[in-house]
T-cell receptor
Framework: DAGITQSPRYKITETGRQVTLMCHQTWSHSYMFWYRQDLGHGLRLIYYSAAADITDKGEVPDGYVVSRSKTENFPLTLESATRSQTSVYFC????????????FGPGTRLLVL | RKEVEQDPGPFNVPEGATVAFNCTYS??????FFWYRQDCRKEPKLLMSVYSSGNEDGRFTAQLNRASQYISLLIRDSKLSDSATYLCVVNRISGTYKYIFGTGTRLKVLA
C-alpha cells in the first residue's frame, strides 16, 4: 500500500536549472495538489488538478509548470529555478470531491543555490 | 489580513493538561473545516474534520462557530506524543479552488 509518494526526497540544484519533482498516488484519486511550505507562510497551493488533463493555478503558480497525463502522476517542474523557490514541496491527493480530506506525500526538500 | 489565522505559539503545557487552540477565518463562504497535525519535518496528516454541531474523537474536541468565524481544537489529558504543529484548514469551492491552511500552532507537551 504505497499511497502517495514523492521523488526525489531531497534535491540541490543551481539557479537557472530546470527541476522536476515527481508525485505518484495509488488510490486513483481524482484531485491532486502541489504545495510549498515556507516559514511564516504555511502551506501555499501552487497548482491543482481535478482530473487527468485538467489543471489549474493555485495561490503561487509563477515559475512552475504542471501536467497530468495520467491520473496517478502529477509532476511539478521549475522551469528555471530561483533561490526563492527553495522550499519544502508537498504533493497531496483527495477523492472525487475537492472537499474531501487531502492525503500528503512525504515532501521534497529543495535547495536552490 | 490572512484568510486563515492561527496563534503560532508555542504553547508549552505539562503532561495531563488541557489546551485549546483557536483559528479564525475571514471568508464567510467557507464550506468545510479541518484540523491537521504536522510533526517536525513530516507531512501534514488529518487529525479531524470539524462539523457544525461540534465533534469529538477521544481526547480531541473540535468546534465550529460560524457566526464568529472561528474553529477550535481542544486537547484533554495532553500526552508527550501530542507535541506537534496543528494546522487549521478552511475549504471553499467558488470559482478557483480554495483549500487554505493556517500557518499552524505549535504545541509542546512537557514531562
Amino acid at each position: 500500500d504505497a499511497g502517495i509518494t514523492q521523488s526525489p526526497r531531497y534535491k540541490i540544484t543551481e539557479t537557472g536549472r530546470q527541476v522536476t519533482l515527481m508525485c505518484h498516488q495509488t488510490w486513483s484519486h481524482s484531485y491532486m495538489f502541489w504545495y510549498r511550505q515556507d516559514l511564516g507562510h504555511g502551506l501555499r497551493l501552487i497548482y491543482y488538478s481535478a482530473a487527468a488533463d485538467i489543471t489549474d493555478k493555485g495561490e503561487v503558480p509563477d515559475g512552475y509548470v504542471v501536467s497530468r497525463s495520467k491520473t496517478e502522476n502529477f509532476p511539478l517542474t521549475l522551469e528555471s529555478a530561483t533561490r526563492s523557490q527553495t522550499s519544502v514541496y508537498f504533493c497531496a491527493s483527495s477523492g472525487t470531491s475537492g472537499e474531501q480530506t487531502q492525503y500528503f506525500g512525504p515532501g521534497t526538500r529543495l535547495l536552490v543555490l | 489580513r490572512k484568510e486563515v489565522e492561527q496563534d503560532p505559539g508555542p504553547f508549552n503545557v505539562p503532561e495531563g493538561a488541557t489546551v485549546a487552540f483557536n483559528c479564525t477565518y475571514s471568508n464567510s463562504a467557507s464550506q468545510s473545516f479541518f484540523w491537521y497535525r504536522q510533526d517536525c519535518r513530516k507531512e501534514p496528516k488529518l487529525l479531524m474534520s470539524v462539523y457544525s454541531s461540534g465533534n469529538e474523537d477521544g481526547r480531541f474536541t473540535a468546534q465550529l462557530n460560524r457566526a464568529s468565524q472561528y474553529i477550535s481544537l481542544l486537547i484533554r489529558d495532553s500526552k508527550l506524543s501530542d507535541s506537534a504543529t496543528y494546522l487549521c484548514v478552511v475549504n471553499r469551492i467558488s470559482g478557483t479552488y480554495k483549500y487554505i491552511f493556517g500557518t499552524g500552532t505549535r504545541l509542546k507537551v512537557l514531562a
